[in-house]
């Protein structure tokens, strides 16, 4: 079966400290994992995938296979980064995206 | 221009009662759903549907009833609504090699 966890339910860190919002996926298949952020009364919205290796808002993620995990990182937090972060993974058999059950991240001045 | 767009975004109404939600995207993708975000922000799918046809029915209770007309719009009824139904739903599309597009979501509250 195919599940997302985040173990944190809301990461607190100051403006200029480094994040990481942890995300383990448990999947049989070739995972294809991503991101999505929502920021507070917007909607949901991709925040980067791991097949594109990008950079989005200064965040990365890697995927790493060994440990099932996908977290994202950002070296320095803006206060512009507090949102909801979901970690989803997509079953390419069924097109179907498994959420993670969200990161609340509060970055404080 | 919005890709994908939900009606209404907000809905208050009592308990019994049968509403729906409209979802309609501009983007041509062929597979649409709805997604629940509950009060502890938990995202679950709820229905998916490709080209017009349901291809994922989660564990919803089946007072709740999507309805495609076409590709381009997912409709979300739901009848005699309870309390718990309380939640934000959220409209995506998405075509294979895209990522999930969302709509602004539907707060609905039942009294």
């Known amino acids: 079966a195919q599940r997302v966890t985040q173990p944190e339910k809301l990461l607190s860190v100051f403006k200029g400290a480094p994040v990481e919002l942890k995300c383990n996926y448990s999947?049989?298949?070739?995972?294809?994992l991503f991101w999505y952020v929502q920021y507070s009364r917007q909607r949901l919205q991709l925040l980067l995938r791991?097949?594109s290796r990008e950079s989005i808002k200064g965040f990365t993620a890697d995927l790493n296979k060994g440990e099932t995990s996908f977290h994202l990182k950002k070296p320095f937090a803006q206060e512009e980064d507090s949102a909801m972060y979901y970690c989803?993974?997509?079953?390419?058999?069924?097109?179907?995206?498994?959420f993670g059950t969200g990161t609340r991240l509060l970055v404080s001045p | 221009d919005t890709a994908v767009s939900q009606t209404p975004k907000y809905l208050v109404t009592q308990m019994g009662n049968d509403k729906s939600i409209k979802c309609e995207q501009n983007?041509?993708?062929?597979?649409m759903y709805w997604y629940k975000q509950d009060s502890k922000k938990f995202l679950k799918i709820m229905f998916s549907?490709?080209?017009?046809?349901?291809?994922i029915n989660e564990t919803v209770p089946n007072r709740f009833s999507p309805k495609s007309p076409d590709k381009a719009h997912l409709n979300l009824h739901i009848n005699s609504l309870e309390l718990g139904d309380s939640a934000v739903y959220f409209c995506?599309?998405?075509?294979?090699?895209?990522?999930?597009?969302f709509g602004n979501g539907t707060r609905l509250t039942v009294t």
């Open positions: 995506a599309s998405r075509d294979p090699n895209s990522p999930l597009h």
């Open positions: 999947y049989s298949g070739s995972p294809e």
């Open positions: 791991h097949i």
């Open positions: 989803a993974l997509k079953n390419t058999g069924f097109q179907k995206l498994v």
């Open positions: 983007l041509g993708h062929d597979t």
């Open positions: 549907y490709n080209n017009k046809e349901l291809i």
